[in-house]
């Protein structure tokens, strides 16, 4: 089965940074696009980064310049670096993977980590 665990989350003043930590097992890591979502209250959960297999990026206008995401794939683990940050950046972050084996597709998702930028 398939697990995805965040971590990273917290509180943190506007203009500071935070990087956010997703660590997968019972899966072949490596053959997954990855991204982060988030969700704020009262809103739809939307995407803020993805990151494929093959090293292709892409990111939300709102935190484009701002956030980062990355990835090692010897230590299955997807990153978000987090700068400049934003009180309207406070939400839910989500981590998720999408992983094709033998032309199945699955979803996975984590079970979210709070991030508050406040003052």
């Known amino acids: 089965q398939v697990q995805l665990v965040e971590s990273g989350g917290g509180l943190v003043q506007p203009g500071g940074s935070l990087k956010l930590s997703c660590a997968a097992s019972g899966t072949i890591f490596s053959l997954c696009h990855v991204a982060w979502y988030r969700q704020a209250p009262g809103k739809q959960r939307e995407l803020a980064a993805r990151l494929t297999n093959i090293g292709s990026t892409n990111y939300a206008d709102s935190v484009k310049g701002r956030f980062t995401i990355s990835r090692d794939n010897t230590k299955n683990t997807v990153y978000l670096q987090m700068n400049s940050l934003k009180p309207e950046d406070t939400a839910v972050y989500y981590c998720?993977?999408?992983?094709?084996?033998?032309?199945?597709?699955?979803?996975?998702w984590g079970q979210g980590t709070q991030v508050t930028v406040s003052s």
């Open positions: 998720h993977a999408q992983c094709t084996f033998v032309k199945i597709t699955e979803d996975y």
